[in-house]
């Protein structure tokens, strides 16, 4: 492995784990709570842990019939979904079970794979088997917080893989603040995003109204916002409007409006 694979797997491993560890505290009721990804259940969002490593193990897909769920859009929900409604019937505590032995077998296929491989990452692009475990410490990181909100155990809120989180969805805030708002050119939108995690970050519109982050952040922006990381975290990761946090807003409202309402950045 070279520094980012090694660091990646680290990320991955950690949050897989403080998972189990939160799955071994959960009583029968709390397996079947709801959270904030449509449709799913806490066991559910063990489920789909489980199916998207066993399938980059190599592990037969399940054959299941899915049925139309409504929160089912296109037809990367619809094969996520298989592997969650394979394990509908299977025990919360089995469930954690079978992504303790994935969780193992990942671990020791690893070590042999080689992280400058290219690979199709999850949001459609080239890049490295390195930055691709990097996407998966976020994915793990971001259900788990899923999880821990529905089951109310906060926790890890500061994990390895919250950077991964920060590292890959930030990218998307200067095409949230120019495509998605509609920000005119000369306009900027200051971020701040309090602990655990915190970030300040400012996105800038040129005079042909593409978007990038300031190389300084202004003094005065035309519109701030200030929020703590894990609204943040629910915002980008598309798991609820900006009506069900609390967000400070400075300057500009209606631009800030609009930056929060498109602040999603997950499929």
Not at 154 to 167: E, S, V, Y
Not at 185 to 212: C, K, N, T
């Amino acid at each position: 492995m070279n520094d980012e694979m090694r660091g990646n797997v680290a990320a991955f491993e950690q949050t897989v784990r403080s998972s189990l560890a939160l799955a071994a505290t959960l009583g029968a009721a709390e397996w079947d709570r709801p959270t904030d990804c449509p449709g799913w259940t806490v066991k559910d969002q063990f489920s789909h842990l489980v199916s998207v490593e066993a399938a980059l193990l190599g592990d037969p897909a399940p054959e299941v019939e899915v049925p139309e769920f409504g929160h089912v859009r296109n037809d990367f929900g619809r094969y996520l979904e298989a592997g969650v409604h394979a394990r509908r019937s299977v025990p919360g505590p089995q469930v954690a079970a079978e992504l303790a032995d994935v969780l193992e077998r990942r671990l020791a296929q690893l070590p042999g794979q080689d992280p400058d491989e290219p690979t199709t990452l999850p949001n459609g692009k080239q890049g490295t088997y390195a930055l691709f475990m990097g996407f998966r410490a976020m994915d793990c990181w971001t259900h788990e917080q899923d999880v821990r909100r529905a089951v109310g155990r906060p926790g890890n809120l500061d994990a390895p893989a919250a950077g991964c989180f920060w590292d890959i969805l930030a990218q998307g805030l200067p095409l949230v603040v120019a495509r998605k708002a509609g920000a005119e050119p000369g306009q900027s939108v200051l971020f701040r995003i309090g602990g655990p995690v915190e970030h300040r970050v400012a996105v800038m519109v040129d005079g042909e109204g593409r978007g990038a982050f300031a190389g300084e952040v202004p003094d005065a922006a035309t519109a701030e916002l200030d929020m703590d990381w894990e609204c943040y975290v629910r915002l980008t990761a598309g798991r609820c409007g900006p009506d069900a946090v609390k967000v400070r807003v400075k300057g500009d409202a209606e631009l800030a409006g609009r930056v929060l309402d498109g602040m999603a950045l997950t499929p």
